[in-house]
């Protein structure tokens, strides 16, 4: 189907470059997927307001897995961020880039948009987060359906990950 | 393995054996008369009872099957590079395959044995003897992987090998082909006399696995064909079948047929520890290499090692002595309570049982019949033990269930029998399909059998499987030995040709398996364990890629400023932390194979860019629904461009 797919687009882009002339041939590329987009977004903010899920703010939603209840100090505590960006760049990096999106959300200002037990739920629960979290559902979506990983951390480590993430 | 030449006489037996078992060829319909198949058939999601080990004969590999559904679960490489898993490919493991000869990527693997602990199989190691280019290797159960191999000096045909005694103190391997030792140029015709064998000592360290060649035995020039060290009572002995003892050098089927008996040699390897202690040894130039895999690093090192001890038997009393046994026997088997010591006789009507009680007795009191290169031969009948009549023609091998039965295989007449130890009567016997060479008891070559299956290793399917042109499969055959009478259950083909197999109860290994590697604990000095990380570096016209994989892209995807005539080095480190999410590496035009990195493991890869172009590379595992999407792109320019080293993700 890939392979159809491909030899469509093929086809279409040389019926385009047919068409087009000098001026279409400048372009890089074509635009035609752009469209694809605009009718899927509506399709899967139905479910919501139209607001795309990574921007949502749920602080009530604790997720689906261990942490049920997570205390967070007044002050940051920063030896726990330190060793928690430790296992971050090891662990997590690879996906997420602290300040932008890259292949999943970043974390800076996640705490404005989620509870601390749904953040930590998904780093130690991905697997069953994104079939049964509604949230975690959306957002495998709009992050082209690739599931985050599962990297083996422990509580601990996802605690400290969590503080790292009230630093950024 | 021998080939059997008497053509009239194997004609005019087997004409007979057709007829005569004809009847009970039609009786024994094998799975069809019971519920067989319930037996075998494990559900979907369920995990089978029994590991197997199976030998790959010529495909140098370990084949890991689950029993009784007889599913295959694992291909491990040994002595053969594994395009599949990198496994001689990549830089890695490359020294895994080195020898004096110089790097040698395929051999005959034989006879896999596992470590033992009192007298009982306990899934920690797996050895396997490579015959060609005589190798031990040790498989660890914890990763399924070979973790290390061992040279043998002064060996060739490294057949009786890989046995292990009853608390792994050693593995012990023999020599099948006698040679000059040391090696020299001279007549193949002064063979007699002139050329020796080697019985080798590997101890075993208990923590880490780690072979070590102990001491050598050296032996007269017969060819030493299996190796069963002593149990229990017999511990601290090792016996060994002899053919040649003639010490022919041409048309051996022949030459080499002509005494009426050939030897069990039994070696007292305490005396030879006592000797060594002594320091009765010499020590010789033998050079042989030793490689190990070390799982912190996930690199394998060679070392070329100089020296042996040898004790010569022939020089050392109380060492070695032969005791008579007809006629060209192959399978060397002690049951479990270790008196009795099997003959399998090739070439004998009868099966030969040896007492080891008697033996040292006759021992003690002198009952010798002569000797062999100054090494005391016992009186036949006065280590005799017993003698099983006639059960079939050209018995193999024999295991025990534990319960007082022995099983033995037989080639010619195409049969396993079962028969009792002690009275030596003949119980039961049930076809193979077809020839087996040897058969395999969960523990039935220790003190501890799990005597509830049966597998028969078949050297010949013709028409037991759909046809695949003129080479087909060998096979395994499972039967339920619980009962009084043996019922076959399944056949199945296999990888290779497996000469033995060893086989355990899962829950001794399977609680230890191992699912990623941690990448706290990766030493490999090119890992990558943290994106931040990622880079190429040039080093004249080497260039180091320094690339990490996780779901789902390659980092860096783009790369520039590689050239023509370059030698670049892809380390791949995999960043997963979760079971079951390898991911591949291959790059257009590579000479070797993909790489197969577990989560946290690194592996590294050589390319020689050889055209100008831009050549993209990817990910050969699925590892996700994105899969497809994991790739990346490396430009080649000319050998004399400027273009810029850089490289990218996501830019």
């Known amino acids: ?168 | 393995m021998k080939t059997y030449s008497y053509l009239t006489m194997t004609f005019i037996v087997l004409a007979t054996v057709i007829t005569g078992c004809k009847d009970q060829g039609e009786n024994s319909n094998g799975a069809l008369t019971s519920n067989a198949a319930e037996r075998v058939y494990v559900e979907p999601g369920k995990f089978d009872e029994f590991y197997a080990f199976l030998s790959g004969g010529f495909s140098g590999q370990l084949a890991v099957y689950g029993i009784p559904s007889g599913r295959l679960l694992k291909v491990v490489p040994v002595f053969s590079q594994d395009p599949e898993k990198a496994y001689g490919y990549n830089e890695e493991t490359k020294p895994m395959l080195n020898t004096t000869h110089g790097f040698i990527p395929w051999d005959d693997t034989h006879h896999p044995d596992m470590s033992q602990t009192k007298g009982v199989l306990d899934g920690r190691w797996v050895f396997m003897n490579g015959n060609n280019t005589p190798r031990i290797a040790r498989v660890d159960l914890t990763t399924f992987e070979t973790a290390e191999i061992i040279e043998i000096p002064n060996s060739a045909g490294n057949h009786s090998s890989s046995f292990v005694t009853e608390n792994t103190e050693y593995v012990i391997a023999g020599t099948r082909f006698a040679v000059p030792i040391p090696q020299k140029d001279m007549p193949i015709k002064d063979y007699k006399g002139n050329f020796k064998a080697s019985l080798s000592f590997l101890s075993v360290d208990q923590e880490s696995g780690e072979m070590d060649l102990s001491f050598q035995i050296r032996l007269p020039g017969f060819a030493y064909d299996l190796v069963h060290p002593g149990r229990d009572k017999s511990h601290g002995w090792v016996f060994i079948t002899t053919y040649n003892t003639e010490e022919a050098h041409t048309l051996l089927e022949v030459n080499a047929s002509q005494n009426d008996k050939d030897f069990i040699a039994a070696v007292n390897w305490k005396k030879a520890e006592e000797y060594i202690k002594q320091g009765k040894f010499k020590t010789e130039k033998a050079e042989y290499a030793h490689n190990i895999y070390d799982e912190d690093t996930h690199m394998a090192t060679s070392t070329i090692k100089n020296e042996v001890r040898v004790l010569d038997a022939s020089e050392l009393p109380g060492l070695v002595y032969f005791l008579p046994t007809p006629k060209s026997p192959h399978g060397c088997d002690v049951d479990p309570t270790g008196e009795y010591i099997v003959g399998n006789g090739k070439l004998s009507a009868d099966l030969t049982v040896h007492s080891f009680t008697k033996m040292l007795d006759a021992i003690e009191n002198k009952k010798f019949d002569g000797e062999a290169y100054n090494i005391p031969i016992l009186n036949f009948e006065d280590v005799l033990g017993g003698t099983v009549k006639q059960p079939g023609l050209g018995p193999l091998h024999t295991e025990f269930d534990g319960k007082g039965n022995a099983y033995t295989t037989f080639f010619i007449s195409s049969e396993v029998v079962k028969w009792k130890l002690g009275t030596w009567e003949i119980l039961d016997r049930k076809p193979t399909y077809y020839s087996p060479g040897h058969l395999s008891i969960p523990g039935g070559n220790s003190r501890k059998p799990w005597g509830k299956y049966l597998l028969a290793m078949n050297k010949i399917t013709k028409d037991r499987y759909l046809p695949t042109g003129p080479e087909v499969s060998q096979s395994a055959q499972l039967y339920d030995i619980t009962g009084e009478k043996m019922e076959l259950l399944s056949d199945f083909p296999t990888i290779g040709e497996p000469h033995y197999a060893s086989m355990v109860p899962a829950e001794l290994i399977q609680s230890k398996s191992k699912k990623i590697y941690r990448l706290d604990e990766n030493k490999h000095p090119y890992a990558t364990t943290s994106d931040a990380n990622v880079k190429v570096e040039r080093e004249g016209n080497e260039v180091h890629v320094y690339m990490t994989m996780i779901r789902s892209h390659l980092n860096p995807d783009n790369i520039e400023g590689v050239k023509v005539g370059d030698k670049v080095y892809f380390h791949l480190t995999n960043l997963e932390q979760d079971y079951d999410v390898p991911h591949g590496f291959a790059v257009i035009g590579a000479e070797n194979s993909e790489l197969l990195v577990m989560p946290g493991e690194t592996e590294t890869t050589v390319w020689y860019p050889k055209k100008v172009g831009v050549w993209p590379f990817y990910c050969t595992d699925f590892c996700s629904a994105l899969h497809q999407e994991m790739s990346g792109y490396i430009r080649v320019s000319p050998a004399d461009s400027n273009t810029e080293l850089t490289w990218s993700l996501g830019d």
């Open chain 1, 1 to 168: 189907m890939n392979l159809k797919m491909k030899s469509v687009a093929v086809l279409f882009s040389l019926m385009l470059m047919a068409c087009g002339g000098k001026e279409e041939k400048k372009k890089e590329g074509f635009s035609v997927e752009r469209a694809k987009t605009t009718t899927e977004k509506p399709q899967e903010a139905a479910a919501d307001t139209g607001t795309p899920a990574s921007e949502r703010v749920e602080l009530e939603n604790k997720g689906v897995g261990p942490i049920t209840s997570v205390e967070l100090g007044a002050e940051i505590d920063q030896a726990l961020a330190d060793k928690g960006k430790e296992v971050y760049d090891q662990m997590c990096v690879a996906c997420h880039r602290p300040d932008k999106k890259f292949i999943g959300p970043a974390p800076k200002g996640i705490l404005e948009r989620r509870s601390p037990e749904w953040v930590m739920n998904m780093i130690l629960n991905p697997e069953v987060m994104i079939k049964e979290d509604p949230l975690a559902k959306d957002l495998l979506q709009e992050f082209n359906g690739a599931p985050m990983a599962n990297q083996g951390l422990t509580e601990e480590q996802a605690r400290s990950v969590l503080e790292y993430f009230r630093t950024l």
